[in-house]
């Protein structure tokens, strides 16, 4: 039986042209872009071109892309290369652990959001009567995918506390926004490649002029020294051809599969009773649904749907055996019964009309199984 993904949040496939536009730096041209010698310049070039690329797309200057392995990796260096500035970071309780987790290691603050996951901007503006260095908010959230408008952010933080940097992790938000236009008020900029269909292991942080950021990777000084370590060429490669093929087909794929992703949920939530969606369609990505279901905990669900072939996630993990809410639920206020029957279908440039058809036949089977079984 055909596998139907709908994990596209967590990781896409590699796009086939982008996998022929990688290899030969895979095979032929593996010289260290540092070096040199003719087969470093080949590498280096490869690697300028891509930068160039990418600097275009989401309307940053080349010299402002940092090369990373990754979305974890970007957001700790934009959020951990202030840690020297005056004052606290701060970000949204809905955060990705990636943010999370260094604002909680450098003492920062957290702010409150709405039950629809959207910042509580009189919340902000309060803490931000207090010293600040950045504040990180993510422009797609990768459990429920709620938009959040950036620009009403960014004047917040110019009317309270102008200087104060704006970070966005964009990792979900680039399938689905023009980051050029959406992120025009960020400072720093976080991507990870495997999100959009480039291989994983690459990511960029991009950084506007005059941004002065301090290293956490020290060695070889690549980056301009903001990030040591040996190139990923043949994922540098991939990053930029990928990036270019999603923001020439962007407009059309979130047109396609909005309909696709109406068509399952108005097919689910017909059909299922005591399910409803955590944020409303009109403020949150065409590709991402978070669903709760009553009655019912998700870690069983997703066992039920992998038997059917039938990928997809859960909010909620399970951590020394007991279940834990998802964080991002708990933020929005929801309670810890309801929140344990999440279930987030995220689709992607992969996503074919007949894996929603085969969702639509499946989880409502599978629920109902869990609902009688109780």
Same mark, same amino acid.
């Given at each position: ?175 689905? @926004?023009?980051?050029?236009? /959406? $992120?025009?008020? &960020? ?6 490649? +495997?999100?959009?269909? !480039? ?110 072939? @039938?990928?997809?996630?859960? /909010? $909620?993990?399970? &951590? ?6 998802? +964080?991002?639920?708990? !933020? ?43």
């Amino acid at each position: 039986m055909r596998t139907t993904y709908l994990d596209c949040a967590a990781s896409t496939p590699i796009r086939p042209s982008v996998l022929e536009s990688m290899m030969p730096y895979l095979s032929d041209h593996y010289g260290n872009p540092s070096g040199a010698h003719r087969m470093a310049r080949k590498a280096r070039a490869a690697i300028d071109d891509s930068r160039e690329q990418i600097a275009e797309a989401i309307g940053f200057s080349p010299h402002g892309i940092v090369f990373t392995s990754g979305g974890t990796e970007s957001d700790n260096l934009g959020i951990r290369g202030f840690s020297d500035y005056p004052g606290v970071v701060m970000c949204p309780e809905t955060e990705h652990h990636a943010v999370l987790h260094p604002v909680e290691v450098l003492g920062g603050k957290k702010v409150r959001v709405t039950d629809e996951g959207q910042v509580d901007l009189d919340h902000l503006s309060e803490l931000l009567k207090s010293t600040t260095s950045l504040v990180s908010v993510m422009m797609v959230n990768n459990e429920s995918g709620a938009i959040c408008d950036l620009d009403k952010v960014a004047e917040v933080i110019e009317n309270v506390s102008p200087g104060t940097l704006l970070h966005t992790d964009a990792v979900q938000a680039v399938n689905w @926004v023009d980051i050029k236009k /959406a $992120a025009a008020k &960020a400072d720093l900029v976080s991507l990870s490649g +495997h999100k959009f269909g !480039a291989p994983k292991g690459v990511g960029v942080l991009a950084l506007r002029e005059g941004v002065a950021l301090q290293a956490q990777m020290l060695g070889g000084g690549q980056e301009a020294e903001r990030r040591s370590g040996t190139h990923n060429t043949a994922g540098i490669v991939a990053f930029g051809a990928a990036l270019v093929e999603l923001t020439l087909s962007r407009d059309s794929e979130i047109l396609r599969l909005t309909k696709e992703r109406d068509r399952l949920v108005d097919g689910l939530l017909a059909t299922i009773e005591r399910c409803a969606e955590t944020v409303p369609r009109s403020s949150r990505s065409a590709g991402i649904t978070q669903l709760v279901f009553e009655g019912i905990e998700s870690e069983a669900l997703l066992v039920l749907l992998e038997r059917d072939n @039938v990928m997809a996630s859960a /909010a $909620a993990s399970c &951590a020394s055996g007991a279940m834990e809410p998802s +964080h991002v639920l708990a !933020a929005m206020g929801m309670d810890r019964t309801a929140a344990a029957g999440s279930l987030r279908l995220s689709m992607g440039w992969c996503t074919e009309s007949a894996e929603i058809d085969v969702a639509l036949e499946v989880i409502p089977k599978a629920v109902e199984q869990l609902r009688a079984s109780l």
